[in-house]
């Protein structure tokens, strides 16, 4: 893989910046920028008296500019170690760099550049396009994209060898009501691993180095999905997903919730899942077996935004079940609750508490979480616990301006006392020029 701090490939990055950035910088009414700032530091345990002590470091930006039908977006982020192992060796991430022009013609809208894909079957980041044409006041949407993976820890280059390394597909959406919407989608994505050596054996136990070129992952995927949700009274969300290489189905999902009453309202889910293996990946050679779990609830609305809930779920491997049993409550500053569960990993019961007031006419919000867990990993195993506690708050002296820090606290088998601290700054810019 290229080292994207080579001056060859901080060229191409600088020519694919102007490319995009020229013509937004040009025409660009509408500037909004979020700068975020945080820092986590903690003391981390490595071995029976020894420790080492570490300080994460992250600065974060999103920008983008309009002006009329086009657009422009990235979002990055920076990050070093203090404090630590890996300090000094700061890593950059380039999670999308794109421009978007909507409605052109009023049929279509295309994007170009490092984009996150939303598209049924098919999610991921590529380097490439996207279109979407739209008919019939947008009733009926077809969507299609193509691009190369990004490289590992998301560079800011373009991936070696990208007829290995690409994703691909496409997505039809049906809106026949206000509240019914029906799609189909599919998708194809290949990954190349890299070339890496190992150590092997000859005959005589004789130890030599050789070079593994493992062979490119292919994934297939056809989906079909439609979400209803007829006045507040009853939604209902249907998924299937079928693996075209394994030739199998490998997702099966159904959720709805109804409100016989106004302040009632009852939810059942069932869901069916496969582990999402790549094809001609060496996991396909293990014996799986299908997940299947449903869950139902009860809820019940009390006055001021607060809810009551009851939720009761069983999850099945194989021969072995989970069961668990989960009530709690939420409110606009507060939320509480309790589950338990039991089966074939052990059980465990756990309870969790949020609390949040603002204060100062919202320019000061304390937060205070706080949770305690009791478990076994096996029915002879010792009953264990746990506890830990968060304690912040978030300081907004101005809808710009955001200033959050929490202090974190966990005891437990392992750690008799960690504590972490978190620090978080963050500015939001938004302003309309009038230059055109």
Same mark, same amino acid.
Request: aromatic letters at 14%; glycine letters at 8%.
């Given at each position: 893989?290229?080292?994207?701090?080579?001056?060859h490939n901080m060229k191409k990055l600088l020519l694919f910046l102007s490319i995009f950035l020229f013509p937004q910088l040009v025409f660009s009414q509408l500037i909004q920028a979020r700068f975020v700032s945080s820092v986590y530091g903690w003391?981390?345990?490595?071995?029976?008296?020894?420790?080492?002590?570490?300080?994460?470091?992250?600065?974060?930006?999103?920008?983008?500019?309009?002006?009329?039908?086009?657009?422009?977006?990235?979002?990055?982020?920076?990050?070093?170690?203090? @404090?630590?192992?890996?300090?000094?060796?700061? !890593?950059?991430?380039?999670?999308?760099?794109?421009?978007? @022009?909507?409605?052109?013609?009023?049929?279509?809208?295309?994007?170009?550049?490092?984009?996150?894909?939303?598209?049924?079957?098919?999610?991921?980041?590529?380097?490439?396009?996207?279109?979407?044409?739209?008919?019939?006041?947008?009733?009926?949407?077809?969507?299609?994209?193509?691009? $190369?993976?990004?490289?590992?820890? !998301?560079?800011?280059?373009? =991936?070696?060898?990208?007829?290995?390394?690409?994703?691909? /597909?496409?997505?039809?959406?049906?809106?026949?009501?206000?509240?019914?919407?029906?799609?189909? $989608?599919?998708?194809?994505?290949?990954?190349?691993?890299?070339?890496?050596?190992?150590?092997?054996?000859?005959?005589?136990?004789?130890?030599?180095?050789?070079?593994?070129?493992?062979?490119?992952?292919?994934?297939?995927?056809?989906?079909?999905?439609?979400?209803?949700?007829?006045?507040?009274?009853?939604?209902?969300?249907?998924?299937?997903?079928?693996?075209?290489?394994?030739?199998?189905?490998?997702?099966?999902?159904?959720?709805?919730?109804?409100?016989?009453?106004?302040?009632?309202?009852?939810? @059942?889910?069932?869901?069916?899942?496969? *582990?999402? =293996?790549?094809?001609?990946?060496?996991?396909?050679?293990?014996?799986?077996?299908?997940?299947?779990?449903?869950?139902? /609830?009860?809820?019940?609305?009390?006055?001021?935004?607060?809810?009551?809930?009851?939720?009761?779920?069983?999850?099945?491997?194989?021969?072995?079940?989970?069961?668990?049993?989960?009530?709690?409550?939420? /409110? !606009?500053?507060?939320? @509480?609750?309790?589950?338990?569960?039991?089966?074939? *990993?052990?059980?465990?019961?756990?309870?969790?508490?949020?609390?949040?007031?603002?204060?100062?006419?919202?320019?000061?919000?304390?937060?205070?979480?706080?949770?305690?867990?009791?478990?076994?990993?096996?029915?002879?195993?010792?009953?264990?616990?746990?506890?830990?506690?968060?304690? /912040?708050?978030?300081?907004?002296?101005?809808?710009?301006?955001?200033?959050?820090?929490?202090?974190?606290?966990? !005891?437990?088998? =392992?750690?008799?006392?960690?504590?972490?601290?978190?620090?978080?700054?963050?500015?939001?810019?938004?302003?309309?020029?009038?230059?055109?």
């Amino acid at each position: 893989m290229k080292d994207c701090s080579t001056p060859h490939n901080m060229k191409k990055l600088l020519l694919f910046l102007s490319i995009f950035l020229f013509p937004q910088l040009v025409f660009s009414q509408l500037i909004q920028a979020r700068f975020v700032s945080s820092v986590y530091g903690w003391q981390q345990q490595d071995t029976v008296g020894q420790s080492s002590n570490h300080l994460f470091g992250y600065q974060t930006v999103q920008f983008s500019a309009a002006k009329d039908q086009f657009s422009f977006h990235t979002y990055w982020q920076g990050y070093n170690d203090f @404090a630590g192992e890996l300090k000094n060796k700061g !890593q950059y991430r380039l999670y999308n760099l794109y421009l978007r @022009a909507t409605n052109l013609f009023d049929v279509v809208d295309i994007t170009l550049g490092r984009q996150p894909v939303f598209a049924g079957v098919g999610t991921g980041t590529i380097d490439g396009g996207l279109a979407a044409l739209k008919f019939f006041e947008s009733q009926l949407k077809i969507v299609g994209y193509v691009g $190369s993976l990004p490289p590992p820890l !998301q560079k800011a280059d373009i =991936i070696d060898k990208v007829k290995n390394n690409f994703m691909t /597909g496409a997505q039809v959406v049906a809106t026949p009501a206000d509240y019914a919407q029906f799609s189909l $989608s599919y998708m194809k994505r290949s990954i190349q691993p890299e070339v890496y050596t190992a150590t092997r054996r000859d005959s005589l136990f004789n130890p030599y180095l050789i070079e593994i070129r493992p062979s490119a992952r292919e994934e297939r995927y056809l989906s079909g999905d439609f979400n209803a949700d007829y006045e507040d009274i009853a939604s209902l969300y249907g998924r299937i997903d079928y693996d075209l290489l394994l030739e199998k189905r490998s997702r099966f999902q159904l959720f709805t919730r109804v409100k016989p009453m106004e302040d009632v309202g009852l939810t @059942a889910e069932y869901l069916q899942r496969d *582990p999402r =293996i790549s094809y001609n990946s060496i996991f396909t050679a293990f014996t799986y077996n299908t997940l299947k779990e449903y869950q139902l /609830g009860f809820e019940f609305s009390l006055p001021e935004d607060r809810m009551f809930f009851v939720r009761f779920g069983n999850l099945s491997y194989n021969d072995e079940n989970v069961r668990t049993i989960t009530v709690g409550a939420n /409110g !606009q500053n507060m939320g @509480a609750s309790v589950s338990t569960s039991a089966g074939y *990993p052990g059980e465990l019961t756990s309870g969790s508490l949020n609390l949040g007031y603002p204060m100062f006419e919202n320019t000061f919000t304390p937060t205070l979480l706080v949770s305690y867990a009791r478990y076994k990993l096996s029915e002879n195993s010792p009953l264990e616990g746990t506890l830990s506690a968060g304690l /912040g708050g978030v300081y907004r002296p101005m809808p710009e301006l955001s200033l959050d820090a929490q202090f974190q606290w966990i !005891q437990n088998k =392992i750690y008799k006392s960690d504590t972490r601290l978190f620090v978080r700054v963050s500015y939001l810019f938004l302003e309309r020029l009038d230059l055109f």
